[in-house]
Nanobody, 119 residues
Framework: QVQLAESGGGLVQPGGSLRLSCAAS????????MGWYRQAPGKQRELVAD???????NYADSAKGRFIISRDNAKNTVYLQMNSLEPTDTAVYYC?????????????WGQGTQVTVSS
């Protein structure tokens, strides 16, 4: 069984920063990609950023220049540093990972963490 534990969400004022963390645990052999999606009320879930095992990153246009994704392979953990936050960044943020575990390949999702940007 693979589990993803997210942390770091909360309420922040416009222009502020937050750092999200997500740690994967379980019988994991290899993690290929780790990333973050978000879903705002009434909208579809969308990719924010992801990072492959070799460090290659991919960002949504809305995240470029403001967010930084990184990972610690030794800890099976991915981070999302979010700067210059705007009210439009308000959403539930979900960690996602594609990996090889004891029972095979799979995509796993975290439970989500709320990020609210408001004055």
């Amino acid at each position: 069984q693979v589990q993803l534990a997210e942390s770091g969400g909360g309420l922040v004022q416009p222009g502020g920063s937050l750092r999200l963390s997500c740690a994967a645990s379980g019988r994991i052999y290899t993690i290929y990609v780790m990333g973050w999606y978000r879903q705002a009320p009434g909208k579809q879930r969308e990719l924010v950023a992801d990072i492959s095992s070799d460090g290659t990153t991919n960002y949504a246009d809305s995240a470029k220049g403001r967010f930084i994704i990184s990972r610690d392979n030794a800890k099976n953990t991915v981070y999302l540093q979010m700067n210059s936050l705007e009210p439009t960044d308000t959403a539930v943020y979900y960690c996602v990972t594609d990996l090889l575990a004891g029972h095979g390949h799979g995509r796993y999702w975290g439970q989500g963490t709320q990020v609210t940007v408001s004055s």
